[in-house]
């Protein structure tokens, strides 16, 4: 399991990529890109594999190029391709995370939490997902509840539980006790 | 001719014997009274009592069978009545028979005296003599005879004549005397009654006279002998008895005409003793017997001279010698006997004793024939009035009527012959009862046809010329003394109201007359002279056109087009006076039809002048005023806005042909077949401007435009044939040029309206052009060029409309719509980018408006509320557009790339601002950034500052101008933050962490500033960097310069003071990083939320530094 920022390629000069998706009628054509450069299986990062959704090579390279776009500080090429595996269907798990980390990159909570949920509806026991979501919820929502609901999720759907996440569910169980609270819904 | 009074005083007996029977005889009829009575006698005793000697005579004379012959060649020869003379003697020898011998004595007798009158006829005088002695001899002796005793009358008779005849009067009135004293019942008696008469007469015994002439007079039938072709009915005393004298009296004709001789004498013998009411009584018995048999014989030829038809009218009138001596002299008589008598009187008593006579015209023309010789003037005329008044019903009436009329001319008496005049027009008209009842008298009729037509037109002219006079004369007057305003007065009216009687009355009388029209003509001119306009107008149109029965071709009037003409102009008179509000009178009014003021009923009368006009041009189409005429009535039309007819009669006048101009042609050049007539320029014109004008309210405005521009050119021409219609079109030229140009700008203008209107803009633009290239002196010149820059901006025809705009300007620099103008022109260069240009249009636009602004009288100048609130929204709405327009100023200069331009651009705004608004606040805000750009921060940080300290922090603003506000004062604590960061706490470390410490206050200070804008982007920047500020504090703080010397222990002391006093600054760091991550639980949405969350990462990793997952 790797725990770190994404780090994708420089697009941004890709003016290919940039009209691409900024233009729906050109947007077929990079998905088509796209799906030849994806690979066909998708292992999840905790271990399990996802056996119900797998993204099509096509979403997979929309999911690529999205990357590169945010790494390279393109953020409105970068949205515009996710938008793009959306509305191409994007079921699994990594391409809706991805997404959902961008958005909460952007601040975009409300977007990220569906994407998330999203996310949860095609693959319910995606532990990675929980744990997102978990971390949404707690930093950027305030509703612990739902973050230690999340984060007891990832616990027991994780090929093992993390002790940090115990920690973490401690703290909010503490934090709910105190009355601590921030935007639960 | 008149004859002599009767010869009654003659000298000679002789004469007298025969003068007087023969004219009675004459009257009669009967031929020679004396002769023929005697003849008759002795022709009837032969053949009654000397049958058989006679017939025996008669044998012996061969040559002379019967004594009927011998009686009617009166024995012309001595030789035949000695024959005869000697037949008889020797018959008287050879006869027995006493009765027989006796007869042929008186024959004898009578052949003597015819022999001496035979003698004495061819001049053999002794011998006559001597031939009546014989014969009166002979008489004596039969008378003394036994014999003598029958037929004494006879005899007495024979011998009475035979005196007579030798000039023995008194023996003759002797024999006379004794045969009436004898024989009162002998058939001479009445005879030699009226012989003894005429001698008592002529010895002027008139009172002896009378009663002889009374006896005949009264004398009855009864005794009277009868004549019966030529027997003598008697018995054999001579007697006659009852049956003879009932079976055998005269003839009532023979007994009429010797009672009238007799009734006449009696009359005479009256008169010579001055006893005139018998003498009239007489003379009137004798009269009404003869008009008894007096029956004029009447001639119905129409064809006649007046004088024929007035002896035939008047047959039997002394005035024209009808012939019978006797009325004649017992008319003269009578007139004589009034002759002294006062004309008044005069016609009384004739009216008492006459005016029921049959002859009753007889008298008074007589005696007014008499006062007429008698040069009584007035009393013939009042005579021959007094028939007519007496007996109106007479067929003579109308005769008298009008020598009554003639008197009065010859007497000069004018006047009153035309009094006379006017009743016989009047009494004789044709609709009056007398004509009527005299239609079956045909002789009648005609005398008062020629008479009566006369008289009318002579009433008619008299009065027409009394008026004239009179009217001249006022007029005089008038011009004498100018106070006299109205040149018809009463009297001047009565005399015209009095000729239009007249004519009509000519009118009514002879509906076929030749000369009707003129009739009417003058009846209109009167009419209108006396102000019956109305009436006037009629007459003159059917003078004109016809109506009312009448045809003008029938008519011999030589110019209708006179009265046509005419009543067009009394149409005119009337409108005037309709227009100057005159109210009708009695005057100027008909019955049925009243004259009001008001433009309704002036259009009505306006419309009846157009109709009499366009009649008039139709009817005399060679008249030099058709023209003038049409042009008129183009004007009526004109005022009526009746359009379509305008157009028809324009067109006629104008010789186009119909439906030319309004064809399907919408080309503004003129069609092929436009050849308008060459007309007087006074007829064009007005018939050019009327029809435009109508053609363009029908909105066939290219036929507008067609018309106007002849209507230019006919102005606009300079070559003239006549002097009149040069003067003509200068005059009119300074008036009507000018609107005319207008006009014809006027049409095109709506047909670019039109075309707009069709939405073919393009079009629209190009009959715009048309009228400025065509019309460049019309006032519709610069609302063209204005439409034509609007539908360029309109067309986005943004570079013409950079063309046009400024020659709009040029041309109309102090139009109102200059500035209008102007803003399409900037919009035209914005729509080009033409940045720089639409920069400065829109800086000058801001300044002209201030300029305006300045001059338009302000609020605190506003007299009324309303025009306070009015004026004040003018100037509020125009400062802000100027306010916008510097603001595009500064914002095209900013896309044209010129940054000074622009700065001069916000300046502008700045320095113009009249209030602390967002306008102020965005024009700094731009300053600042420009400033920014062109790396003056100095200015661009003054313009922060001024920013902040143009409002307290609290004032109330827009949600921009408290964004710039918020901006301004964050970039203000941005210089505080920097300039703390670069503070470092060292030695010495008291003064430089105060330092720092003060910049850390003067920071927090500034960005809890920004805070309460409670702007949330610089909110969230505020909280991040007071945070970041704490936190750095305790950084710096942390890693602080340590104190030199100390050792390991105290050193940890000394770190652990440190953390003492860098926590509290941590702990405020977190906390305000975490006032941003519960803003970001909101929604908010910042790069400071990010980096508050990002240094919550490191100040509090275990919460805060928790990574997302990713594949």
Request: aromatic residues 10%; contains cysteine; hydrophobic residues 40%.
């Amino acid at each position: 399991m790797h725990r770190t920022v994404v780090n994708s390629k420089v697009i941004r000069n890709s003016k290919l990529m940039r009209s691409g998706y900024r233009h729906k009628s050109s947007r077929l054509l990079a998905a088509v890109l796209f799906a030849a450069l994806a690979s066909c299986a998708q292992i999840g990062s905790n271990g399990t594999v996802d056996a119900e959704f797998k993204d099509n090579a096509k979403i997979r390279s929309m999911l690529s190029d999205a990357k590169r776009a945010e790494d390279a500080g393109d953020i409105e090429l970068a949205k515009s391709i996710y938008e793009a595996m959306m509305d191409s269907g994007a079921k699994a798990s990594r391409s809706l995370n991805h997404y959902a980390i961008f958005l909460r990159k952007q601040l975009e909570i409300d977007q990220a939490e569906n994407v998330y949920l999203r996310a949860l509806k095609y693959s319910p026991r995606d532990a990675t997902t929980h744990y997102n979501l978990g971390i949404l919820y707690e930093l950027y929502r305030g509703d612990f509840s739902k973050a230690k609901q999340h984060y007891e999720s990832y616990q027991a759907n994780a090929e093992e539980a993390d002790p940090a996440v115990k920690n973490w569910i401690v703290d909010l169980e503490r934090r709910i006790a105190s009355g601590e609270s921030g935007g639960e819904s | 001719m008149r004859r002599s009074r009767p010869s009654l005083v003659a000298t000679s007996r002789r004469l007298i014997f025969f003068a007087l029977p023969f004219l009675l005889c004459c009257v009669s009829g009967c031929g020679v009274f004396g002769d023929r009575y005697a003849l008759n006698a002795r022709t009837s005793k032969v053949e009654t009592l000397g049958t058989k000697v006679d017939r025996w005579i008669s044998t012996r004379a061969d040559e002379q069978p019967n004594d009927s012959a011998i009686v009617d060649v009166a024995a012309p020869t001595l030789l035949r009545s000695e024959e005869i003379a000697s037949v008889y003697r020797d018959a008287y020898e050879l006869l027995q028979d006493p009765i027989a011998k006796n007869h042929i004595l008186q024959r004898l007798a009578a052949l003597d005296l015819k022999a001496a009158e035979n003698f004495e006829v061819s001049g053999l005088l002794p011998e006559s003599q001597e031939a009546y002695q014989v014969a009166i001899d002979a008489y004596q002796l039969l008378l003394a005879s036994e014999a003598g005793m029958q037929n004494r009358d006879e005899l007495l008779y024979a011998l009475a004549k035979a005196y007579a005849l030798t000039g023995e009067s008194e023996q003759a009135f002797v024999s006379l005397t004794e045969l009436v004293d004898q024989f009162p019942e002998s058939r001479f008696w009445p005879e030699v009654q009226f012989r003894r008469g005429e001698h008592l007469f002529i010895a002027n015994d008139f009172s002896g006279a009378e009663k002889v002439f009374q006896a005949i007079v009264d004398y009855q039938l009864e005794p009277m002998i009868a004549l019966e072709n030529g027997q003598v009915i008697s018995d054999e005393k001579g007697m006659l008895d009852k049956k003879s004298i009932t079976e055998n009296k005269p003839s009532e004709v023979e007994h009429t005409d010797f009672t009238s001789n007799a009734r006449y004498m009696l009359g005479w013998s009256q008169f010579k003793q001055a006893d005139y009411p018998a003498a009239i009584a007489s003379f009137s018995l004798l009269l009404d017997e003869r008009a008894a048999i007096e029956q004029p014989e009447r001639i119905t030829q129409l064809a006649m001279s007046d004088e024929l038809l007035t002896r035939t009218y008047l047959l039997g009138s002394p005035a024209f010698n009808h012939g019978d001596k006797l009325i004649d002299d017992a008319l003269r008589a009578i007139a004589l006997s009034f002759a002294y008598t006062p004309i008044s009187e005069a016609i009384v008593k004739l009216q008492n004793n006459f005016a029921e006579k049959a002859y009753a015209h007889w008298v008074y023309a007589e005696m007014a024939e008499l006062y007429f010789k008698q040069e009584r003037f007035a009393d013939a005329a009042s005579l021959y009035a007094a028939y007519e008044q007496e007996v109106p019903t007479s067929e003579y009436a109308p005769w008298f009527l009008k020598q009554s009329i003639a008197t009065l001319q010859h007497a000069e008496f004018s006047e009153d012959a035309w009094e006379r005049k006017a009743v016989f027009a009047d009494r004789y008209h044709p609709l009056q009862a007398y004509y009527q009842a005299q239609q079956s008298t045909d002789y009648v009729k005609h005398y008062l046809d020629e008479h009566l037509g006369i008289y009318l037109d002579e009433l008619g002219s008299f009065y027409h010329a009394k008026a004239r006079v009179l009217k001249q004369k006022l007029k005089q007057k008038a011009v004498a003394d100018p106070e006299l305003t109205s040149p018809l007065n009463s009297d001047v009216a009565t005399a015209y109201n009095t000729a239009s009687y007249w004519y009509r009355q000519k009118i009514s009388a002879y509906p076929a007359d030749s000369e009707l029209g003129s009739t009417y003509y003058l009846l209109a001119e009167s009419l209108q002279e006396s102000d019956r306009l109305i009436e006037a107008i009629e007459a003159y149109e059917v003078a004109a056109y016809g109506g009312l029965g009448f045809t003008p071709e029938d008519d011999q009037l030589k110019v209708p087009n006179e009265a046509g003409y005419a009543a067009i102009l009394v149409y005119s008179k009337l409108l005037d006076r309709l227009s100057v509000g005159q109210l009708a009178d009695s005057s100027t009014t008909t019955d049925s039809e009243p004259i009001t003021s008001g433009s309704t009923h002036a259009d009505d009368w306006r419309e009846q002048r157009i109709e009499s006009s366009l009649l008039f041009a139709e009817h005399f189409e060679l008249d030099q005023r058709r023209n003038a005429v049409l042009a008129n009535t183009i004007t009526d039309l004109q005022q009526l806005k009746d359009w379509q007819r305008l157009m028809a009669v324009s067109d006629s006048l104008l010789g186009i042909e119909t439906n030319i101009a309004t064809n399907n042609d919408r080309s503004s050049d003129a069609p092929a077949n436009w050849a308008p007539r060459q007309l007087d320029p006074q007829y064009a014109l007005p018939a050019w401007l009327a029809s435009a004008a109508a053609t363009y309210q029908l909105e066939d405005y290219v036929d507008a435009e067609r018309r106007y521009a002849e209507a230019i050119n006919v102005m606009q021409r300079d070559n003239y044939t006549t002097v009149e219609q040069q003067r003509y079109v200068d005059e009119l030229r300074q008036k009507e040029l000018q609107p005319t140009i207008n006009n014809y700008a006027s049409s095109i203008y709506k047909q670019a309206e039109a075309a707009n209107a069709a939405g073919d803009k393009v079009g629209a633009i190009a009959q715009f052009d048309r009228l400025v290239a065509n019309a460049p002196t019309s006032e519709l010149r610069v609302s063209a060029q204005r439409n034509t820059i609007v539908l360029l901006t309109e067309t986005e025809q943004w570079q013409a409309v950079v063309e046009a705009v400024p020659r709009f300007i040029n041309d109309f620099p102090g139009h109102g719509d200059v500035l209008d103008m102007q803003r399409r022109l900037l919009n035209a260069n914005v729509a080009l980018n033409e940045w720089r240009s639409a920069s400065l249009l829109a800086s000058g636009l801001a300044s002209e408006l201030a300029r305006q602004i300045r001059r338009v009288p302000g609020a605190a100048n506003a007299s009324g509320d309303a025009l306070h609130d009015a004026s004040s929204d003018a100037n509020n709405n125009a400062n802000s557009e100027a306010d916008d327009l510097r603001f595009a100023a500064a914002d095209y200069a900013l896309k044209a790339g010129d940054k000074r331009l622009a700065i001069v651009g916000y300046q502008d705004i700045i320095n113009n601002s009249r209030q602390i608004d967002e306008a102020l606040y965005e024009s700094h805000f731009k300053l600042a950034a420009l400033y920014a750009e062109i790396n003056n921060s100095d200015a661009q940080f003054n313009q922060y500052r001024r920013i902040r300290d143009l409002q307290p922090v609290d004032a109330d603003r827009s949600p921009r101008a408290q964004y710039i506000v918020a901006d301004a004062e964050s970039q203000l604590a941005e210089i505080d933050f920097q300039r703390y960061r670069r503070l470092k706490i060292q030695e010495p470390l008291l003064e430089s962490l105060n330092r720092k410490r003060e910049a850390l206050e003067k920071t927090v200070a500034a960005y809890d500033r920004t805070e309460q804008y409670a702007v949330e982007k610089f909110a969230l920047l505020a909280t991040e960097r007071k945070a970041l500020i704490y936190a750095d504090f305790a950084k710096a703080i942390m890693e602080s310069e340590r104190p030199k010397g100390l050792d390991e222990l105290a050193l940890e002391e000394y770190e652990f003071l440190l953390e003492e006093q860098a926590y509290p600054f941590e702990e405020q760091a977190i906390a305000l990083y975490e006032v941003n991550v519960k803003r970001a639980w909101q929604g908010m949405k910042s790069p400071a939320i990010i980096d508050s969350y990002s240094a919550l990462s490191e100040l509090m990793p275990a919460r805060y530094n928790k990574v997302e997952i990713v594949q």
